[in-house]
């Protein structure tokens, strides 16, 4: 029979009748098979460091949300450039229209070059 053992896992595996050498054997097995309590620390650590913290989460939701904002401005303003410039548009052609009929006369008083002549 082993000796008494301190080791709750030495403990167990003395009362299933095993000699020592195999008892010492399976100890070594299961200390290898679970994590040492430094290896879990560690572990702990690495998550911690590389994974986000609930503030800084929060900042960057705060973030986005504010830059949502800056953008739906950003296209109302968008809009009223590509209105103002439809406008312009819109503006020259009449104007261009609307001197068409004196640069004929000027053509016809001064003489010149017909456009459609210059085609």
């Known amino acids: 029979m082993a000796p008494e053992n301190t080791n709750p896992l030495g403990q167990l595996f003395s009362r299933l009748g095993l000699p020592t050498d195999q ?3 399976l100890q070594q097995q299961f200390t290898r098979a679970l994590l040492p309590s ?3 620390q560690t572990m702990r650590d690495l998550l911690s460091t590389f994974s986000p913290s609930l503030d800084q989460l ?3 939701s705060r973030q986005i949300e ?4 800056q953008l739906e401005a950003m296209i109302g303003q968008l809009d009223e450039m590509e209105a103002t410039l439809e406008r312009l548009a819109a503006t020259a052609e009449q104007l261009h229209h609307m001197q068409e009929p004196f640069q004929r006369l000027t053509r016809v008083f001064l003489g010149g070059d017909d456009p459609a002549d210059a085609q």
């Not at 504010?66 to 904002?69: G, I, K």
């Open 38 to 40: 430094e290896q879990l």
């Open 23 to 25: 008892i010492a054997a």
């Open 66 to 69: 504010t830059q949502r904002t």
């Open 58 to 60: 929060s900042s960057i």
